[in-house]
Every structure is written in C-alpha cells, then in structure tokens.
C-alpha cells in the first residue's frame, strides 16, 4: 500500500486568496518530512467571495478531478495525506473515499459541523456544506457514500439550529472538547478505521491563521494528544483544510511547521503504517 500526498489549488467556495497558497504551503513541509512527491490538483483562480450555489459551480470542474485523483488514491488500499485549501474540497474527497473505504469512519474537527443544506444555510458559504453532500443531506453532484453513523464531529462549538436538530435527530457522534473527551472518541471509534478530516479552526485562535475565529478550541498539545489516539487505529487518510499562509493579504507568510509537528503522530502512521 502506498501514501499519495495531493494539495488541492483550485477554487472551493473561498472567500480570501491565502488558504490556495497556505495548501501550497503544507504540502511542502509534509513533502519535506515524509519524502513524499506532493500531486496538485487543480488551478489557483482569485476567490470569488459569493453564494454556494456560484461557488459549487465555478469549483466543479476542478473539484471533480480532486475526486477522480482520489479515487486512484484509494482504489488499491492506498492511503491519502491531504492538503484541501477549503472544507468545500471535502464535498469531493468524501465520496472518492466511500466508493473504497464504507467501512471507515470520518473523525471531523472543526470549530462548525458542516452540515447545513442548500435549504438550510444561513451564510450561504459552500464550506457550511461540506459534511451534508457526502452523507447524502443534499445532491452536489460529486456524489455521497458516507451516513450520519459514519461521522464523529470533534470540538463543534458554533452550530446552527438546523446542525442542532440533525445532530440529535440522527444520534450524530458529537464530541465537545472537555473532560474525557479523548476517552470519548477512542470508543465512538470503536476499533473502525479513521479518515481525519481537520479544518484549522478547531484550534484555539492565534495559533494558526484560518478564516474563522471561535474562542475555547483545542491548543497544540490537545492536537498531539488526539493524533496520539487517533494513531492506535488504522488511518487510512488526514486532510488538512482552511489553513492560510498568512494573517491577513499585507502580512507575512506564516510556517506550518508547528501545526505539522501536532500531528505527527497521525502523519507517521499513514506514512508509516506497520
């Protein structure tokens, strides 16, 4: 079995320039600790900044080749590390994963759940939508594969009315960080193997630059410590979203590297599995 490291440049509902460049950014630290030859896909095209359904259809030609490369990924047993710029990339690796891997379970950290519907957005962003496509709450057109009993949302603390009812209505894994909240996590696992999704604002603000700001998110060691459990299991993939490559346009270019060094544990487990 191999590991394919991809970093996705193209269009996937942004609303500013940096996560294109800071995807660039994370695949050359993660090609310089694994030796792993970074694949792009897709072509950088400045952000649009508008409604889901504009974005969904400026990003599909691209994203639906990120899912067709996925595929090739996966349908060997092969493993994946990712860099996807934006969460919205999700709506294509997800199904690519599904067709290969039914069995396994995604563990979602995000600051949002990411379940919202074209009917039920309020902001109106593609990314609010990313875990809903693949598990079948709406048609994106890149398929789905995955249900609800397949999620574990990890350190959600801004969701929205709709995610609320959905969450309970389904009986949706829902792990807030707190006490016992890894002990949590090791049994909703339950011995199945994990995809890690991470979008970078499940970390505490200030820790790196990502476009949402949610106070009481995980610091660096809390991030070792889940990778260091998440690292008991099979992993057959991490995707790393909404990281930019700066604090704002005019600022300096910010290092990865510390948020790569928190999870190294996982990184070395798809690299390395045995």
Request: charged share 15%; glycine share 8%.
């Amino acid at each position: 079995m191999t590991t394919t490291l991809t970093y996705f440049q193209g269009r996937a509902g942004d609303h500013n320039d940096l996560a294109i460049p800071g995807a660039l950014a994370l695949a050359k630290w993660l090609s310089d600790i694994t030796g792993l030859n970074p694949v792009s896909v897709g072509e950088p095209a400045p952000a649009l900044n508008t409604g889901w359904s504009s974005e969904l259809t400026a990003a599909m030609p691209d994203l639906k080749k990120m899912k067709a490369h996925m595929e090739s990924v996966f349908t060997h047993g092969g493993r994946s590390l990712a860099a996807t710029s934006r969460c919205a990339v999700s709506l294509a690796t997800l199904p690519a994963l599904a067709k290969y891997r039914p069995d396994a379970c995604i563990v979602w950290f995000d600051s949002h759940a990411d379940l919202n519907t074209p009917s039920s957005t309020e902001s109106g962003y593609l990314g609010g939508l990313a875990l809903s496509g693949p598990t079948g709450l709406w048609d994106s057109g890149l398929g789905s594969g995955f249900s609800l009993a397949s999620v574990i949302l990890v350190g959600q603390r801004d969701l929205d009315a709709f995610e609320k009812k959905c969450i309970a209505e389904n009986s949706v894994a829902y792990i807030p960080l707190g006490d016992n909240y890894l002990e949590q996590l090791r049994q909703n696992i339950n011995g199945r193997p994990v995809y890690i999704h991470l979008d970078c604002d499940v970390m505490e603000p200030g820790i790196v630059p990502t476009d949402y700001v949610h106070p009481q998110g995980m610091t660096l060691h809390d991030l070792e410590q889940a990778c260091s459990l998440l690292a008991e299991s099979t992993i057959i993939g991490l995707e790393i979203a909404e990281f930019q490559n700066a604090w704002t346009p005019d600022s300096d270019p910010v290092s990865p590297s510390e948020l790569i060094n928190a999870l190294l544990p996982v990184i070395n487990k798809i690299v390395k599995p045995n």
